[in-house]
């Protein structure tokens, strides 16, 4: 019984660790030409002629780097102060 036991922890924990791990690989942040910055969970295939910018999820702007964090849900893309939905 304590081997089922060791090995429903070991499963768990595994279970766990892979799903920790793929949030993380997922996550990026996208910078637009104003300076604005979001988090975004997936990749999207951004087209050129919004011109964004995205880095991996540890990504920090540099300490003379004029940047803001504007967060928001869903898909979409900053503009000017304006979320755009798509």
């Known amino acids: ?5 060791k090995l ?12 920790v791990t793929t949030i993380g690989a997922s996550a990026a ?4 030409r104003e300076g ?5 969970r997936g990749r999207y295939a951004y087209r050129p002629e919004f011109g964004l910018v995205v880095h991996e999820n540890n990504w920090r702007w540099g ?11 869903g898909r979409g893309y900053w503009r000017n102060g304006v979320w755009i939905r798509f």
Not at 1 to 5: F, L
Not at 29 to 32: L, R, S
């Open 36 to 40: 604005e910055c979001w988090h975004v």
């Open 1 to 5: 019984m304590k081997s089922i036991a």
């Open 63 to 73: 300490d003379h780097d004029h940047f803001v964090w504007r967060e928001h849900e």
């Open 8 to 19: 429903a922890a070991v499963a768990a924990i595994s279970v766990a660790s892979l799903a």
């Open 29 to 32: 942040i996208v910078c637009n």
